[in-house]
């Protein structure tokens, strides 16, 4: 049996902004936060560093890139150089972010903490933020509460160890001391076209798990959602 994961697939498609409501809604959200040249922003699980490269075009701040897969990190790397932006990519993870406390105007999580050890990951977003400085997250979130057979199923397609409701997003949050909490659920009505970066030599097993992540998302449209995710140091 393959031991190849969702996040492998992610990585070996080389999909940009690979999170619901894709680059339109990264857009929306940024668009609304109050971002300068002098912030400092890091972007944990960065993927391929669209959303990155992005916030340096928009917004020409100093954007860190965070990054654990190392098919992520090479496609990150291209894209920065190639269109020469002063991105820093670091390779590490959100679990023991290598940055000192207090550094950060802004921490966003697209689609991360979903995959990792949540409180641990909670802390050290927490740790890295300025005081005042704001988390901003969209995060696989359900609904209500599935069946347990159902729940094991899903939880080891997708590589995670929980599948959590607002509520619990909200008990995390407020656990690991951050203030001003807001938790939305997203409205994306426009359409991003997708961006793809493969890989040579794709193993098949990739096809299997895209198809098994397009029947999740149908047989589990109205459970298997997200939320956008606000919070303050
Ligand atoms: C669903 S993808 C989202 C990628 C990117 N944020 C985006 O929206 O395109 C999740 C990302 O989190 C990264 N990731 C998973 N565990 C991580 C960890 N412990 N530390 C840092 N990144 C991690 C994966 O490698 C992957 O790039």
């Known amino acids: 049996m393959s031991d190849l994961t969702y996040i492998d697939y992610l990585a070996k498609f080389g999909v940009g902004c690979a999170h619901p409501g894709g680059f339109i809604l990264t857009q929306d959200?940024?668009?609304k936060e109050n971002i300068k040249q002098?912030?400092?922003i890091l972007d944990v699980g960065c993927g391929t560093g669209r959303t990155a490269a992005?916030?340096?075009?928009?917004f020409k701040t100093n954007v860190v890139g965070l990054e654990i897969h190392p098919i992520m990190l090479e496609k990150a790397e291209k894209r920065f150089l190639s269109q020469q932006l002063p991105i820093q990519l670091v390779a590490g993870s959100v679990e023991n972010i290598p940055f000192e406390r207090n550094m950060y105007d802004f921490v966003l999580s697209e689609s991360v903490l979903a995959f990792v050890n949540k409180p641990s990951a909670l802390a050290e977003i927490y740790r890295v933020l300025k005081p005042g400085g704001k988390l901003i997250a969209n995060e696989m979130t359900i609904e209500s509460k599935l069946s347990e057979e159902e729940q094991t199923k899903i939880k080891q397609f997708y590589n995670v160890d929980s599948l959590l409701e607002e509520e619990d997003w909200e008990h995390l949050l407020n656990t690991a001391g951050f203030c001003n909490i807001e938790i939305y659920k997203g409205t994306h009505d426009g359409y991003a076209v997708p961006e793809y970066n493969l890989s040579p030599n794709l193993e098949l097993e990739l096809f299997n798990i895209l198809s098994?992540?397009?029947?999740?998302?149908s047989l589990y449209q109205d459970?298997?959602?997200?939320?956008?995710i606000t919070c303050t140091k």
């Open 29 to 31: 959200i940024l668009a």
């Open 38 to 40: 002098d912030s400092k």
């Open 54 to 58: 992005y916030l340096y075009e928009q």
């Open 212 to 217: 098994q992540h397009g029947h999740f998302l």
């Open 223 to 228: 459970i298997l959602t997200y939320r956008l």
